[in-house]
């Protein structure tokens, strides 16, 4: 039987999936790791990870047999997929079965940033509204510019959910897509035309702080930031400047760049919504997003298939199908 090594937590269901076709290894219950990998790094033919642990090159180099790393998650940045690529290794990971879960959260993000939802909670509940009266306004989210930074998979349902709101959606990525949205090729003159920056595009080396002061400052005093991608996306010691400053306005955020340390300056702003990274954390998603990525490894297995291959891989799939 193929030998498969499992990287962080999986749900006591699915393990007993993969013990139907593996020989399992959790990462999480060998004492010595190091020496785990020296004495049966060969055997192990397989890797399941999530996006969140990933699985480092020096790891899987000493995976000499290593055939396939199935991720749990879209994002795959904590992968050096052409790494693994340059050494046959397929990498898989979850697209489109969390599409509407993270279109949600983004929606939840903006409807919070605007109608203040948090802030007026708060103020029912410490008292406030019988000391001091009815809560203060809060804006509309209606009517609003929203630029999207990423117009793929999830930035389209973003965008398809957010028409009840009635809004002029641009976006700006590296090519034009086939949608019905203004083009920007240019994010800094995008981030000036908008009222919403929405970031929903891979994170990694190409778009890493992407987002920077100049792109904020662009924003501006009364703009709104939402991040749903990754905390790599927006440089986050720009973003506590310009918000501290006042040259931006607002900002929502569901990720940070050295989770889960989220910085004490951005817990204490009012004016900042914050999410502990659960854009796709619902039971019904990530049970979908799990069988994926057990689909993929079991798929590989039987047939010498995937269902999901990460772009870096998919001329590896078309030399082994
Ligand atoms: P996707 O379908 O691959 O879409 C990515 C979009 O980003 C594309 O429009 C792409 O267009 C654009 N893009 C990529 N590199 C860019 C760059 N350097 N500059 C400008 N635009 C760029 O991916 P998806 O399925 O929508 O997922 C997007 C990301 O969301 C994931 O990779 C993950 O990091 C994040 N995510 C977060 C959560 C959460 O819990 N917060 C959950 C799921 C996903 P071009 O290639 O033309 O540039």
């Not at 279109?103 to 708060?122: G, P, V, Y």
């Not at 991608?229 to 900002?251: C, F, H, M, N, P």
């Amino acid at each position: 039987m193929s030998e498969i090594l499992i990287m962080g937590n999986m749900p006591d269901k699915d393990l007993s999936i993969l013990k139907a076709e593996f020989t399992v290894h959790r990462a999480i219950e060998i004492s010595n790791f190091e020496k785990f990998l020296v004495e049966q790094g060969d055997k192990i033919s397989a890797v399941a990870t999530t996006g969140f642990v990933g699985l480092h090159n020096n790891i899987i180099e000493k995976l000499e047999n290593l055939k396939i790393i199935s991720s749990n998650g879209v994002g795959y940045d904590s992968i050096d997929a052409t790494f693994c690529a340059d050494r046959g290794i397929i990498v898989t990971h979850t697209p489109d079965v969390l599409n509407a879960e993270v279109a949600n959260t983004t929606i939840m993000l903006f409807l919070n940033s605007f109608r203040e939802f948090s802030f007026n909670e708060a103020y029912l509940k410490s008292g406030r509204w019988k000391l001091e009266g009815m809560a203060p306004y809060s804006r509309s989210p209606d009517n609003r510019i929203v630029g999207m930074l990423g117009m793929g998979r999830i930035g389209q349902e973003i965008a398809s959910r957010l028409s009840m709101f009635n809004p002029k959606i641009l976006y700006h990525s590296r090519s034009p897509k086939d949608v019905p949205y203004t083009y920007y090729k240019d994010l800094k003159t995008m981030a000036r035309d908008c009222e919403v920056l929405i970031c929903i595009t891979p994170g990694g080396i190409k778009t890493n702080k992407l987002v920077n002061e100049e792109i904020l400052t662009a924003l501006g005093p009364t703009g709104t930031l939402i991040n749903i991608a990754r905390g790599s996306v927006v440089d986050q010691t720009a973003l506590i400047k310009t918000l501290e400053d006042g040259r931006l306005g607002y900002a929502a955020l569901d990720v940070f760049e050295s989770e889960p340390n989220v910085p004490d300056e951005l817990i204490h702003m009012s004016n900042v919504t914050l999410l502990p990274h659960v854009g796709s954390a619902t039971f019904e998603t990530r049970a979908a997003m799990g069988e994926l990525t057990l689909n993929n490894l079991i798929e590989f297995k039987r047939n010498g298939k995937v269902l999901t291959p990460v772009p870096e891989c998919l001329n590896l799939e078309k030399n082994i199908t």
